[in-house]
């Protein structure tokens, strides 16, 4: 069977821009990404070790392709400060098909060393 290349979105928080912006280069200089867009102002409130958090971060859209979906999220959970770091995958279902088959080119495949020239 061969690996799924179709587009997902996946969506990681990070707790400022510095470091969404260290996983966005790193992630796409390995082509386990596109692209990368930062938006700043989110504010996040949530259940951590018996205690209900309110905190600004910065969320961090990434585009890749399924089959890099493993890959990406175990390099953002090697990366980033965070004990458990946000990484949601979801199907981009349609866009311009030109767009989406730049995301394509742009992810090395599964079965490709990622690592950069």
């Known amino acids: 069977m061969p690996p799924d290349r179709s587009p997902r ?3 990681v928080t990070a707790p400022d821009a510095t470091i969404a912006a260290d996983l966005a280069r790193a992630l796409v200089s390995e082509r386990l990404a ?3 867009n930062l938006l ?4 996040s409130i949530y259940a951590w070790e018996g205690e209900i958090h309110d905190e600004p971060e910065v969320l961090l859209l990434l585009k890749t392709t399924a089959d890099r ?3 990406l999220a175990a390099r953002v959970s090697a ?3 965070y004990d458990v770091p946000e990484v949601v995958a979801l199907a981009i279902d349609a866009g311009l098909p030109t767009y989406l088959a730049w995301i394509g080119e742009s992810v090395a495949p599964a079965d490709r060393d990622t690592e950069p020239d």
Not at 40 to 43: F, S, V
């Open 79 to 81: 990366l980033h400060p």
């Open 69 to 71: 979906v493993d890959d």
């Open 34 to 36: 596109a692209c990368g």
């Open 40 to 43: 700043p102002g989110l504010r």
């Open 9 to 11: 979105l996946v969506l």
